[in-house]
Every structure is written in C-alpha cells, then in structure tokens.
C-alpha cells in the first residue's frame, strides 16, 4: 500500500476589464502617450498594442491579491505481489482523488458590469476520482 498526498495553493485570481479607449482617463504624465500617433496610421493616436487598437485591459486587482481555494488530493495504491515457481504475479489498483476533491484549479479572470457577469466562474477543476488497474506476470 502506498498514498500521495498533495496540498498545493489555490489559483491566483485576476479580474480584468476591457474598456474602449475613448473611456480611458489619463493623468498628466500619461497623456502624451494617450495623443501620440500609432505607427500604422489607420489605427489613429494612443495605441496601446497593434492587436487590439481600440480597447485596453484594465485590471481591477493586484498581483497576488486574491486566491482561489487550497487544493488538496490523496492518491492511492493498493498492490499485492504473488510469487510460484520462480515467477512473479503483481496485482494492483490504483485510486486518484481519492477523497473526489473538487477544488478549482482555474476561475474567468474577465469582469464585465451588469448582470451577464461571469467573473469567478470556475473553468477548470480537479480531475476526478478514477481507478486504474493493473496486472504484471515476471518470468
């Protein structure tokens, strides 16, 4: 018999809003930026990056701000060897998430106001509790 035990830190979680760049309000120092023209003149002035011209992500949170919920996952291994005759025999079966944990392991990090907001909406979770098994004959 044998166990794996895993206590990791939950995800960091990000809020991040996408606003036009007309929205955007500038301090003093910035704003040179803000009317400086963009190399490729169809995409006018203040740009930001060259994928998306018209808006900038703004985020909402700190790094390291906020975190989701701890994860924690045991593993087991059950396995019994069988010997005859100069040969081997080993039986086993093993179980992951054992105890079915169902922390979560990725959140939408995009913030939208009103009510169609997903933010926090888990998008990845912890794989499931399965089994495996497993046979093995040494000669």
């Not at 794996?4 to 939950?10: A, E, T």
């Not at 960091?12 to 400086?36: G, M, P």
């Not at 939408?108 to 009510?115: I, Q």
């Amino acid at each position: 018999m044998s166990t794996v035990f895993q206590s990791l830190p939950g995800v960091e979680i990000a809020a991040n809003l996408t606003v036009d760049k007309s929205q955007v309000v500038w301090n003093s120092d910035s704003a040179s930026r803000a009317s400086r023209p963009c190399p490729v003149a169809a995409n006018g002035v203040g740009c930001f990056n060259t994928t998306t011209p018209t808006t900038v992500v703004v985020p909402l949170l700190l790094n390291q701000d906020m975190w989701g919920e701890r994860v924690t996952e045991w593993d087991v291994k059950l396995a019994k060897n069988i010997r005859f005759a100069g040969k081997r025999l080993m039986i086993g079966i093993d179980c992951y998430n054992f105890f079915n944990s169902d922390a979560v392991t990725g959140y939408n990090a995009t913030y939208t106001p009103g009510p169609a907001n997903t933010w926090l909406q888990p998008t990845g979770l912890v794989s499931p509790r399965f089994f495996r098994g497993q046979i093995q004959f040494d000669f």
